[in-house]
């Protein structure tokens, strides 16, 4: 049953002992019990605070009241007193926002001690709450930078967080429910995701894209139609995951005046600022006006809300949604909405982009959800010729394929993204270099490659178990560590790598070659017939990786101004089992493997043809409705 804000905090009331100091207040979507005695509140098993939760049926979190918090002085100086120097503290971080303290340690069981004795005794002492974590084997200056501008914000980022869950908390509107998804964006094509989740009392916009490609008329999402604005009636957006094409030009929001909440997973939230910081960075060394600043980006990183997979979060009055793993890269997840109540109640699941299969980083994607009713799921590989070989059988013919081109003293470069692929083909590499059946050499990483690895390795809990203990054990153990990978760093170094006559490898972005490193790499190196372009992810329509993909044997590139026309007289190898994306059959094993299967699938992320041939592939095999709309229609779902 709905409740207001007044009636939520009237049943707590009730809850809590008379002599126990405590004021509620709302996080997003999350009840906080502000409170100067947060004892009260633990306890193991069947606390007050679980009691409190089940009551409401939200999600409570205690916070130590603002009066019992120590400074950062005494902070730092009770965490060296407190947490034995086995633990090896490495950084000590304050969100203030959350009351909270993180410790990135080397050995987080000695930091937390015997039964949490120790993390219980410091956050006694200073009052903070105590997040102990594992310090990552490369650290990511991205999330530093995030981590410093939240805490210098903390304040206004308290304020925020009241005012999305007062708008939450609203009275409910009269009249009967519905649902709509309207589509702008990625229907019927690939790039500029963004899907509108229109009810009677709400809207909810999922992702929000670029396009990759060289029409400047449509790389952005379909901003101005009518059913999105004005942006002051959008109550959330929901991002799946850190690819520019979801995330491109989510920024655009705020600099046209978007306020609301930006809710993520942790690992999503520290991607998509890399990646939308190098977005500007990219379409100025072309010469283009970027679609934003960094203070858009900035002013985007203040309202993101930090959710992990499995947790069920109130994003709405009417919705709410819980984030589950995709299997397509670091943090990506699929987005199940529970939308109204009772007999009104519809259940939408946005499959994201998907993996239905065990990775080298990833576990496959999560199908176990509810019940689904409407299925919005992407349609990369849903052709009926779209069939890849599995990984294992990808990494054999890439593992063939180095030891070919070595042989022949030739290079290797591979456009790849710099999230995802770059780290499942450097961990192929690393196996077979390991396996001494072919004498290394130098894999050089041109763009973000290392920070987006950096990025992974201060994430491992989103890493498929074998990699996450490989990570932790860290040393020779973590692939990301090897010796051979190393960073170009300097236009100097990438200009001489261009003239080394020596054989070698380079993995540099961007993935469709619309840009970026990989550019410069194949004006030099492609019209040699001793090197090697490999693929190793999908190419969109009208990108420069298309076309070559098509075989052209000569294409125009862009440089300083002037087109030249570079003659293809390299090897191109396409290796397809490396994409993060499902084939036709694994994603027909994902619909079928939802249980009971959803009365309605709705295609999208595909090309036009794919989109329609998946579409009637899906309706002759679970026998119920589909369709692949055409980017601003909208589906009446309930």
């Given at each position: ?34 409170t100067?005695?947060?004892?009260a509140?633990g306890?193991?098993?069947?606390n ?12 409570v979190?205690?916070r130590?009241h603002?009066?019992?918090l ?11 007193q407190?947490?034995p ?12 926002a ?6 990135e340690?080397d050995?987080p ?5 015997p039964k949490?004795?120790n993390?219980?005794?410091?956050r006694?002492?200073i009052?903070?709450?105590v ?29 925020l ?6 708008r ?30 229109t009810?009677n ?13 060289t029409n400047?008329s449509?790389?952005e ?11 002051e009636?959008l ?15 989510l920024p ?11 809710y993520?997973t942790?690992?999503?939230r520290?991607?998509?600022?890399l990646l939308?910081i190098?977005?500007?960075k990219v379409a100025?060394?072309?010469g ?7 203070a ?21 009055p009417?919705?709410k ?19 109204g ?24 994607a999560?199908?176990r ?9 992407e ?6 010729q779209?069939?890849q070989?599995t990984?294992?059988q ?16 030739g290079?290797?470069?591979?456009p ?7 780290q499942?083909?450097m961990?192929?590499?690393?196996q077979?270099?390991k ?14 490659i290392?920070?987006?690895t950096?990025?992974h390795?201060s ?7 074998d990699?996450r203990?490989?990570m ?19 236009r ?10 020596n054989?070698s490898?380079?993995l540099a972005t961007?993935?469709m070659?619309?840009?970026g490193?990989?550019?410069?790499y194949f004006?030099h190196?492609?019209?040699?017939p ?5 693929f190793?992810g999908?190419?969109a329509s009208?990108?420069?990786g ?19 026309m ?8 396409t290796?397809?089992g ?8 694994q994603l ?9 299967t959803?009365r ?20 002759e ?13 909208t589906?009446?779902l309930?």
């Amino acid at each position: 049953m709905r409740l207001t804000l007044s009636e939520l905090k009237k049943k707590i009331s009730k809850m809590i002992p008379d002599d126990v100091d405590y004021e509620v207040d709302v996080e997003a979507g999350s009840i906080a019990i502000v409170t100067k005695q947060p004892a009260a509140f633990g306890g193991s098993g069947n606390n007050l605070t679980v009691r409190i939760a089940k009551t409401i049926k939200r999600r409570v979190v205690i916070r130590p009241h603002s009066e019992i918090l120590a400074d950062e002085k005494a902070v730092h100086d009770a965490v060296a007193q407190m947490i034995p120097a086995e633990a090896e503290v490495r950084k000590i971080w304050l969100d203030p926002a959350l009351s909270q303290v993180i410790l990135e340690c080397d050995d987080p069981s000695s930091a937390v001690g015997p039964k949490g004795s120790n993390v219980r005794a410091l956050r006694d002492q200073i009052g903070w709450l105590v997040d102990v974590v594992r310090a990552p084997a490369i650290g990511s200056r991205t999330q530093h930078d995030i981590r410093r501008y939240r805490k210098e914000l903390a304040d206004e980022r308290k304020s925020l967080l009241r005012k999305f869950g007062t708008r939450i908390y609203r009275t409910q509107r009269l009249g009967e429910p519905w649902v709509r998804v309207t589509a702008l964006g990625s229907y019927r094509e690939v790039g500029r995701s963004m899907h509108l989740v229109t009810t009677n009392e709400s809207k909810v916009l999922v992702d929000c894209g670029a396009k990759p490609t060289t029409n400047r008329s449509e790389v952005e999402p379909f901003f101005a139609a009518p059913e999105l604005l004005p942006l002051e009636n959008l109550d959330a957006v929901v991002i799946t995951h850190a690819h520019i094409d979801h995330i491109g030009m989510l920024p655009v929001l705020f600099k046209y005046g978007y306020t609301g909440p930006v809710y993520c997973t942790p690992p999503t939230r520290d991607l998509m600022t890399l990646l939308q910081i190098d977005y500007i960075k990219v379409a100025q060394a072309e010469g283009n006006e970027a679609p934003y600043s960094k203070a858009d980006i900035q002013e985007c990183i203040k309202h993101v809300i930090d959710v992990n997979w499995g947790d069920k979060t109130d994003i709405a009055p009417d919705i709410k949604m819980t984030m589950e793993n995709a299997g397509h890269i670091l943090g990506s997840s699929s987005v199940y909405m529970q939308i109204g109540e009772g007999k009104g109640e519809h259940k939408l699941l946005f499959s994201g982009d998907i993996k239905y299969e065990k990775s080298w980083l990833f576990d496959a994607a999560t199908v176990r959800f509810p019940k689904v009713e409407t299925l919005v799921i992407e349609s990369t590989y849903g052709g009926p010729q779209d069939v890849q070989p599995t990984r294992q059988q990808a990494t054999h013919e890439l593992h063939d394929l180095i030891r070919d081109a070595l042989g022949r003293g030739g290079k290797i470069f591979c456009p790849v993204f710099a999230v995802g692929r770059s780290q499942e083909v450097m961990i192929a590499i690393d196996q077979l270099f390991k396996s001494g059946k072919v004498k290394p050499v130098t894999v050089w990483l041109d763009g973000m490659i290392s920070e987006a690895t950096a990025i992974h390795s201060s994430h491992p809990n989103f890493l498929n178990r074998d990699l996450r203990r490989q990570m932790l054990k860290g040393g020779a153990e973590n692939p990301f560590n090897s010796s051979w990978f190393k960073q170009v760093d300097s236009r100097e170094r990438r200009d001489s790598l261009l003239l080394d006559p020596n054989p070698s490898i380079v993995l540099a972005t961007s993935g469709m070659m619309t840009g970026g490193p990989i550019v410069e790499y194949f004006k030099h190196w492609a019209p040699e017939p001793g090197n090697t372009l490999c693929f190793v992810g999908y190419q969109a329509s009208g990108t420069l990786g298309r076309r070559l993909q098509q075989g052209h044997a000569q294409v125009p590139i862009m440089d300083r101004g002037q087109t030249l026309m570079i003659d293809i007289r390299c090897n191109m190898i396409t290796i397809d089992g490396f994409s993060g994306h499902s084939d036709r059959n694994q994603l027909f094993d994902y619909v079928d493997a939802l249980n009971p299967t959803p009365r309605k699938i709705i295609c999208h992320h595909g090309d036009p043809q794919t989109c329609n041939a998946f579409r009637q592939g899906l309706r002759e095999k679970f026998r119920v409705q589909t369709y692949a709309p055409a980017n601003l229609e909208t589906l009446r779902l309930s």
